[in-house]
């Protein structure tokens, strides 16, 4: 589980990113980030009903991206808030997959 200071919650904050932040995409998942004016990074993470109608599957999917950004804190680079949206493709990946994904969109959009 990510720590509170680690969670991007605020509704007003989660708009922000969505309106304004930089984004890079897949079929798996999309990826956007903003800067933001603390000194670590925030994650918010969202799994649809397209992903998945069985709420079960989108809460091991949810915990799996969560899992991959706690174990890469240290190699994110602070100062940003991101959200890591699931797409429909996601459902064919393991955790390897997901963790693969992840960090390329991070990657690209030159957080690590």
Known sequence: MLKAQYRLSKTKDIERVL?????????SLSVKAAPNKFKHSRFAFVVGLKV???AVRRNRIRRQMREV??????????GY??????????????????EKEIM???????LI
């Open 81 to 98: 808030d991101v959200m890591v949206m699931a797409r429909s493709g996601i459902s064919k990946l393991d955790y390897q997959g997901i």
């Open 19 to 27: 309106k304004n932040g930089r984004g890079a995409a897949s079929p």
């Open 69 to 78: 950004v706690r174990l890469s804190l240290e190699k994110i680079k602070p």
């Open 52 to 54: 998945s109608k069985s």
């Open 104 to 110: 390329r969109h991070l990657k690209k959009l030159k």
